[in-house]
Nanobody
Framework: VQLQASGGGLVQPGGSLRLSCAAS????????MGWYRQAPGKQRELVAA???????NYADSVKGRFTISRDNVKNTVYLQMNSLKPEDTAVYYC?????????????WGQGTLVTVSS
C-alpha cells in the first residue's frame, strides 16, 4: 500500500492550494483519511480528517478556511486550502487507515511542502 501526496507549492498570503493524496496497492477498505502538518521546530498536528461516511473534523486554526473531501472510488483524499496564512507553512502529510484484508493499519504519505509567503 502506498499513499502519494501532491499539490504543495509556494503561494502568497490569502491564496489557495489544493492537496491530493491517492492510495494504491492492495486495499480492501479505507476508514479514516486525514491531513497532518509539521512546521519547522514543531510537532506534527492534525489538520483535518474525514471518515468513510463523510464525517469531518478540523483543527480550530483552519476551520472555515480548509475543506477536506474524499473520493471513495479513487481512494483519494483532498484538502482545499483557502485564505492561506504564513503560519500555514509546513510539510503536509496525508494518512489513511487501510484494511488490506486482515485489519486496519495507518499509512502515511511522503509529505508535500506548502509555503505561504509574499
Amino acid at each position: 500500500v502506498q499513499l502519494q501526496a501532491s499539490g504543495g507549492g509556494l503561494v502568497q498570503p490569502g491564496g489557495s492550494l489544493r492537496l491530493s493524496c491517492a492510495a494504491s496497492g492492495s486495499i480492501f477498505s479505507i476508514n479514516v483519511m486525514g491531513w497532518y502538518r509539521q512546521a519547522p521546530g514543531k510537532q506534527r498536528e492534525l489538520v483535518a480528517a474525514i471518515t468513510s461516511g463523510g464525517r469531518t473534523n478540523y483543527a480550530d486554526s483552519v476551520k472555515g478556511r480548509f475543506t477536506i473531501s474524499r473520493d471513495n472510488v479513487k481512494n483519494t483524499v483532498y484538502l482545499q486550502m483557502n485564505s492561506l496564512k504564513p503560519e500555514d507553512t509546513a510539510v503536509y502529510y496525508c494518512k489513511a487507515d487501510i484494511d488490506s484484508g486482515s485489519y486496519y493499519l495507518g499509512y502515511w504519505g511522503q509529505g508535500t511542502l506548502v509555503t505561504v509567503s509574499s
